[in-house]
């Protein structure tokens, strides 16, 4: 369901475009996903010195952008326009509210260039309208006063607002990796009692860990909250750096660090990543299923996209003039989700780096879509912008299967993975199917009143 305030945001561009080409391939579409910028904790633990009220930027609060993160995503705006607009001259020049219309896959008179859809919370919505200033905002002569912008005191020169717009974050099974899914806790309540994690949890190490963090923040500290004090305690270390010793005094950088590493190990693990492979539990391959129900449904959406746009090249029919002017299809999103993409690809320690680390503020991954015109079949590359002050790394041979020594893959390797991860349902229903169920209607009934009561209480709700 879409919201009245939502973030399927669609840009219409006009300008001069010409195709670009790298030899025989030729550039025809672009995705992008990437992370938002900096912000504040989503949340801390009881004993914590910094609460909400010592985060004061973005409006204030828990889990707002920073003026650092707005920075970040200005810049790889400029990053992006560069190379889009400026090296390959692929995206057009200039905003052109005129091409602005509804959004209908049947429309024959829509025409737009760039499609935005982020999660429905503050920091990706406000991270893709400054990606979009950094890419279309500026006062570089694109855009005319009294045309495109009032000619005011007041308003910034160059400055077109771009709408953009959201799903419900709950039901938002592409973009939050935390909306509601009684399968996906299923799943990982699972894999928990695998032996690969019963041995890692129950490690002396990790119960240690547990105990003191238990002992210190004022509430039960286990694998699935464990999160929240290490992202609490990194975000202050940029903040607060010279008070975070002395107001919490039991924090060290040696206890931090051990803390984190502990984290990162259970982030692979609730990604479906495993050193058992494969890690069958009841009858069930747990890495496989998660895998399937975190990052299989952006997966298979992003190859969907490939292929229409490539099975109406040369087509004018009604149903293909959507995909047809579409330039580039944008996911505003976290972390999470980013790492869910890459380990449904088992890409995630080729390209994040710590192995188990999540990526960074601003981090971006760019999927083009290529035609070669020598054997007339399609190629993709993949490309990741890690954080701020980095450039564009090209990934693609790190995908199992792409060649070595060339930048450019057989779709049809994308495609694979995509029909191997993808849900076995449609997610909307997956996520009300049972593990072990043998009466689906009922069971579908029943996790629904699991669903609302999930949706409540939810500590990971839009968190990331």
Not at 123 to 152: C, E, F, H, K, W
Not at 200 to 225: C, P, Y
Not at 244 to 264: G, P
Request: charged share 20%.
């Amino acid at each position: 369901m879409v919201s009245a305030i939502s973030i399927l945001a669609l840009l219409a561009l006009s300008g001069h475009v010409t195709t670009y080409s790298d030899g025989t391939k030729e550039l025809i579409f672009v995705q992008t996903l990437w992370r938002h910028g900096d912000r504040s904790p989503t949340k801390t633990f009881p004993t914590d010195p910094f609460q909400e009220d010592a985060w004061t930027f973005g409006g204030g609060g828990w889990g707002q952008l920073s003026p650092a993160g707005m920075k970040q995503h200005l810049n790889l705006g400029k990053m992006l326009r560069s190379r889009y607009v400026g090296d390959y001259q692929f995206f057009p020049t200039k905003y052109n509210a005129k091409q602005v219309t509804t959004c209908s896959s049947t429309s024959t008179n829509s025409e737009f260039k760039i499609y935005v859809r982020s999660t429905d919370v503050n920091r990706t919505i406000i991270s893709a309208m400054s990606n979009l200033l950094g890419q279309y905002g500026q006062n570089d002569g694109s855009s005319v006063p009294d045309v495109d912008y009032p000619n005011i005191t007041g308003w910034p020169t160059g400055y077109v607002p771009i709408a953009v717009h959201t799903v419900d974050d709950d039901t938002d099974h592409l973009g939050n990796m935390e909306a509601t899914c009684p399968f996906r806790e299923q799943v990982w309540n699972l894999a928990k009692t695998s032996d690969e994690v019963k041995n890692f949890i129950n490690s002396e190490k990790v119960q240690s860990m547990l105990g003191n963090l238990t002992k210190f923040t004022g509430q039960t500290v286990d694998i699935d909250n464990l999160w929240i004090i290490t992202n609490a305690l990194y975000i202050e270390q940029i903040y607060y750096n010279d008070t975070i010793r002395t107001k919490n005094t039991w924090f060290t950088d040696d206890l931090y660090a051990q803390a984190d590493a502990i984290n990162d190990q259970v982030q692979l693990y609730q990604n479906g990543i495993f050193k058992t492979v494969p890690n069958v539990v009841n009858g069930h391959d747990v890495g496989v299923l998660t895998r399937k129900v975190r990052g299989g449904p952006i997966l298979d959406d992003m190859v969907m996209h490939m292929n229409i746009k490539l099975d109406c090249q040369g087509k004018t029919t009604p149903n293909c003039t959507w995909i047809n002017n579409l330039k580039n299809y944008v996911y505003s999103a976290h972390d999470t989700t980013i790492y869910a993409f890459f380990s449904a690809l088992l890409i995630e320690e080729y390209a994040v780096k710590p192995n188990g680390g999540y990526p960074l503020y601003s981090a971006a991954v760019l999927l083009e879509l290529y035609i070669d015109h020598a054997d007339n079949k399609p190629y993709f590359k993949m490309v990741y912008h890690e954080q701020e002050n980095s450039g564009f790394k090209d990934i693609t041979m790190g995908i199992q299967g792409c060649p070595n020594g060339t930048s450019y893959c057989s779709l049809d390797i994308l495609r694979n993975f995509a029909q191997t991860i993808k849900p076995d349902q449609p997610i909307d229903q997956w996520c009300y199917t049972d593990l072990d169920a043998k009466h689906a209607g009922m069971t579908t009934v029943s996790l629904f009143l699991i669903a609302v009561i999930l949706a409540i209480q939810n500590d990971f709700m839009g968190l990331f």
